[in-house]
């Protein structure tokens, strides 16, 4: 099975997580993995607002609204909870996320 690895450049005591390709985020990362807040995971709160540097699939209409409410000029905002990774990623929590 092929497997991407989340970095969380920000916190280097956190150790990087590898998950199956084409995984949600949200069903992977908790608290005890992850330095990233989640709040919905529906893609509506933006708690997990970050800057997404990799290989990530394309944003959503949904996703694009949220996002542009808080990040609008920044286009490596996403919002962690609804990413799909096709490779390697590095998540930063955005200083826009409320
Ligand atoms: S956790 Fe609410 S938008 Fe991602």
Redesign the pocket.
């Known amino acids: 099975m092929s497997t991407f690895t989340v970095h969380f450049p920000a916190e280097p005591d956190c150790p990087p997580v590898t998950l199956p390709l084409g995984s949600r985020l949200s069903e992977h990362l908790t608290a005890s993995n992850s330095p990233l807040l ?11 607002l970050v800057i997404a540097e990799g290989e990530v699939e394309p944003m959503n209409e949904d996703e694009r609204e ?1 996002v542009e409410i808080w990040a609008e000029d920044d286009p490596r905002a996403r ?3 609804q990413l799909v990774c096709t490779g390697d990623v590095r998540l930063t929590p955005h200083p826009e996320a409320p």
């Open positions: 989640f709040g919905c995971r529906t893609g509506l709160c933006a708690t997990c949220i919002l962690a909870c």
